[in-house]
């Protein structure tokens, strides 16, 4: 989303009251996607027109900037796009089949509008149903995985309190199943949703599929998370849930596709680089190859494989022998 300069600052003078750690630099370059030389002026603005704005000591070589509650309070402004977007939000979950966390949005919703004064509300009420409306998210049609929301709500539990939990986990064929005791430690969202976590006798994490764990059981035994482990650093390796080898991958999209191609971001570390008859070729490092077959061919004929050779041999002409996904 492209804001304004004044748009951005206020944003920013909101963050930075909300932070109650105070925003570093590669905080400020990350919420707003701008480069360091313009999160240092950014931050630098807020510190002119805010001059109650400090820097918060931490004892660390990291320096961190802090308001004061209440300072930018006059700028929090609630909109119908602010609401908008928790409601489309929301529909968004629900489409995933992610009930509990549709909920607990729509809950935030009800809260803020508690805030809002009659008279404001009114004025923004037809413009959120018209924003709703047009996104239509709701309403799209196409497969989603079957999750019970008594399974997040007890996995959930289990993560903020660091409590075990066993499950039954059935086979891909679904036709048997094993009881498992894990250590739960987060989810992961996208195609199919996994839960992340660290069975007994296991030293590393694994992916368990949301729809395929029932009769979920809270433990009385509890865990001690790893204090140096990162979700974000686990899958930062790989294209999707499978755990390979990180290899070094080129994709060219054809010039057809290549508008499209730019709008994606397939790996946190790609690269992107446009030939000159209108060609893209995207770089990036992960494993996953087989997941990465399995989006490819959502291209058709418009990309084509440089490396690795392993992923090449993936593509069209042995689709048929594909295994499933997990």
């Known amino acids: 989303m492209r804001y304004s300069r004044a748009e951005r600052l206020i944003q920013l003078a909101l963050e930075m009251q909300a932070a109650r750690g105070g925003l570093t630099i590669a905080d400020i370059e990350e919420k707003f996607d ?10 630098d603005a807020v510190m002119r027109a805010f001059p109650n704005a400090t820097e918060v000591p931490t004892g660390e ?9 209440g300072v930018a309070q006059s700028f929090a402004e609630i909109t119908s796009d602010d609401l908008a977007s928790i409601e489309i939000a929301a529909a968004a979950m629900e489409r995933a089949n992610l009930p509990v966390h549709s909920q607990d949005l729509r809950g935030v919703a009800a809260k803020i509008r508690n805030l809002i004064e009659g ?18 998210l709701a309403h799209r049609a196409g497969p989603r995985p079957h999750i019970s929301p008594s399974i997040f709500d007890g996995l959930r539990t289990a993560i903020k309190s660091c409590r075990k939990v066993s499950f039954d986990y059935a086979s891909r064929s679904g036709r048997s199943s094993t009881r498992r005791t894990v250590a739960p430690l987060g989810f992961l969202y996208g195609h199919r949703h996994y839960l992340v976590a660290l069975q007994e006798g296991a030293t590393k994490p694994k992916f368990f599929s949301l729809p395929s764990i029932s009769k979920l059981k809270l433990e009385t035994d509890g865990f001690e998370r790893d204090p140096g482990f990162s979700l974000k650093e686990f899958v930062s390796h790989s294209f999707g849930v499978f755990e390979e080898a990180p290899l070094d991958v080129v994709w060219r999209f054809s010039s057809e596709a290549a508008p499209l191609a730019r709008t994606f971001v397939f790996h ?3 690269s992107v680089e446009e030939e000159a008859d209108g060609k893209l070729i995207v770089r990036f490092r992960a494993g996953g190859l087989l997941e990465m077959a399995w989006h490819l061919m959502s291209w058709g004929d418009q990309v084509e494989v440089i490396k690795p050779a392993a992923l090449r041999d993936l593509m069209p002409e042995k689709a ?4 499933a996904l997990p």
Not at 61 to 69: E, G, M
Not at 320 to 323: E, T, V, Y
């Open 34 to 43: 701008v480069s360091r030389r313009t999160a240092i002026r950014m931050r």
């Open 320 to 323: 048929q022998s594909w295994p």
């Open 268 to 270: 946190h570390s790609q």
């Open 61 to 69: 070589r990291t320096k961190r900037w802090r308001l004061s509650p």
């Open 119 to 136: 008279g404001a509300l009114n004025h923004i009420e037809p413009d959120l149903e018209a924003l709703t409306e047009a996104e239509g």
